[in-house]
């Protein structure tokens, strides 16, 4: 294992822990109402602005001395010499062996980015250029049409076949920006190996003007591989064989793979291993991006994420957004025992943000060995969630306002809508507003009987009712303005929450880059494969082998 892997720390160990086991217990019997009626400048005091971003934090269940705590726990824990570890181009990813170098992808900076490797520091921007460079040219030639399929006709829809990280960042993305979509071109997506996904995408497409974008790091994937294979077949079946070369390209670490499918490297666009699946969409897996909205769209995102990355970098932990959501994330989950989190976009260009966070965030910390190889002693990584608002203010809110568990929320809103439409804005906007807001504050009892009261209610109906009506408040969230979503302001919003997770992933002494239970599942699907399809009977548990007995019954 690399030498250069991040110092293991026990955080419960820290000075920093026991103060703020002492704050909690201070603060148990505070309500977030008693907070902000006792500071008025308490918006002011716990929030913070980037670019034309607001990140209001003031209803936390935390006051001064709580976040002083929390900033004394990244120290302790690491977090800057991590961050700047991460930035240096360290083997952080130790049980990998790899460095951890998104952030060179969206480096705006002109100067070198070095990666350490076992033969000594390497400068990776050339390389990381000369793919931005390819990307450019080859999106340009698809919207004026000088690449054009095998039978002369131009490419109008993209399709891309990936899955996890090499399907979730960009769709996700995609979905966003249509507003800012290029005509002529529709991009979309095959992730799932379900046949249905491919067969429907590509129902109403047309062979001659379709373009299919191989996503795989590994070019190893059953899922993507297998979806390849078929739409090569869809496309073959109706154009030849020689169709491939103009209908198919690459995106993927692994030539000699790619090479192996019957795509020419010349239509490979590369990426490397120090570019985790969950956070490629920077890479050449935003190829479907770039054709989405157009190379300057694409770097326009690229853009905002590097002003979040400077920020991180540079900014004091106090002041620094992405460390601060971070924190907070552990006080409510490791403190204050909270065992979601909730994300929630009001936004409906958001709709895969919260599937994307889910990758992101539990892919990367839920772990349960320490950075020594260890058992945690502590909790790690939330369950994370989320829908739009104002669907889920229909759906599941009831519980986050009055279910036994307490689940602090992530409410996020652009103050701009790319749709504006009456007055739908600000009724959306009203309930971005509004949920935080009576999360926080609740209805106490004589509330809720005051309103009982005045629709009429005799005093046996309030003695029913009013234990219904009570909301206990004192719930916490944060809130993330925007002010509009542009492509870059997203690519600030992605790499906010991309440094949350690392920093959460130093404060709790895990590896937030590798993903074993990914790879396990991979090597299992394989193993049973052979048996659904006729091959000799493995020994299962007898539920496994029941089940392959009745699928085998039921076909
Ligand atoms: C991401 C994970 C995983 C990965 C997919 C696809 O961090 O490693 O979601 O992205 O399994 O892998 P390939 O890109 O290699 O096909």
Same mark, same amino acid.
């Given at each position: 294992m690399s030498t250069s892997q991040l110092p293991s720390v %026990?955080?419960?160990?820290?000075a920093a822990w026991a103060t703020l086991q002492s704050e909690r217990d201070a603060l148990s019997g505070t309500h977030l109402r008693a907070l902000f009626a006792a500071d008025p400048g308490r918006f002011a005091r716990f929030s913070l602005r980037l670019h034309g971003l607001l990140f209001d934090y *003031?209803?936390?269940?935390?006051?001064a001395e709580t976040v002083q705590a929390l900033l004394a726990l990244a120290e302790q824990c690491g977090v800057p010499a991590a961050i700047e570890a991460m930035f240096a181009g360290a083997r952080i990813n130790a049980t990998e062996d790899r460095a951890v170098l998104h952030t060179a992808l969206r480096d705006g900076s002109g100067g070198p980015r070095m990666v350490q490797t076992p033969a000594g520091a390497e400068d990776v921007m050339p390389a990381v250029r000369a793919v931005l460079a390819q990307m450019r040219a080859f999106v340009a030639a698809l919207h004026e049409g000088s690449w054009r399929g095998a039978t002369g006709r131009q490419i109008r829809h993209v399709v891309n076949i990936g899955i996890g990280g090499s399907d979730l960042g960009p769709a996700m993305v995609v979905r966003a920006l249509e507003p800012d979509w290029l005509p002529h071109c529709r991009v979309h997506f095959v992730s799932n190996v379900d046949g249905a996904h491919l067969a429907t995408t590509l129902a109403p497409l047309d062979p001659a003007e379709t373009l299919f974008v191989v996503a795989s790091k590994t070019f190893t994937t059953q899922e993507t591989l297998t979806n390849a294979h078929s739409a090569r077949a869809w496309l073959t079946g109706a154009l030849g064989e020689d169709a491939v070369a103009k209908h198919f390209v690459a995106l993927s670490t692994h030539e000699a793979a790619v090479r192996a499918f019957g795509i020419d490297p010349a239509n490979m666009f590369a990426f490397w291993d120090w570019v985790g699946g969950r956070y490629s969409l920077w890479s050449a897996i935003g190829l479907p991006i770039a054709c989405a909205v157009g190379m300057d769209g694409f770097e326009a995102l690229l853009h905002g994420a590097y002003e979040v990355d400077t920020h991180f970098r540079s900014a004091p932990l106090g002041e620094n957004i992405p460390v601060l959501m971070a924190l907070l994330g552990v006080w409510n989950h490791n403190l204050l025992g909270s065992t979601a989190h909730a994300v929630l976009p009001y936004d409906q260009s958001l709709e895969r943000f919260a599937a994307f966070l889910q990758q992101a965030d539990m892919e990367s910390n839920g772990k349960r060995t320490t950075r020594d190889g260890g058992a945690v002693g502590w909790s790690t990584g939330p369950v994370v969630f989320g829908e739009p608002g104002t669907n889920g203010q229909h759906a599941f809110y009831q519980l986050i306002h009055q279910g036994t568990q307490v689940i602090p929320c992530d409410f996020i809103a652009c103050a701009r809508s790319r749709h504006p439409l009456g007055d739908h804005h600000d009724k959306l906007l009203a309930n971005f507003l509004a949920q935080p807001e009576a999360l926080m504050r609740g209805k106490t009892e004589a509330e809720a009987r005051a309103e009982l009261v005045a629709a009429g209610k005799d005093e046996a109906a309030i003695a029913a009712l009013l234990p219904h009506k009570v909301f206990p408040g004192d719930r916490p969230s944060s809130a993330l303005l925007l002010d509009a979503l542009t492509p870059r302001t997203l690519g600030q919003l992605i790499a906010l929450y991309e440094h949350k997770i690392f920093v959460q992933g130093v404060l709790w002494n895990v590896? *937030?880059? %590798?993903q074993w239970g990914v790879e396990l599942g991979k090597q299992l699907a394989g193993a049973i494969l052979p048996e659904l399809q006729g091959g000799p009977a493995q020994v299962h548990d007898s539920s496994t082998a029941g089940l392959i007995a009745a699928i085998a019954a039921l076909r």
């Open positions: %026990d955080p419960t160990r820290t *003031s209803k936390q269940k935390v006051r590896y *937030s880059f %590798d």
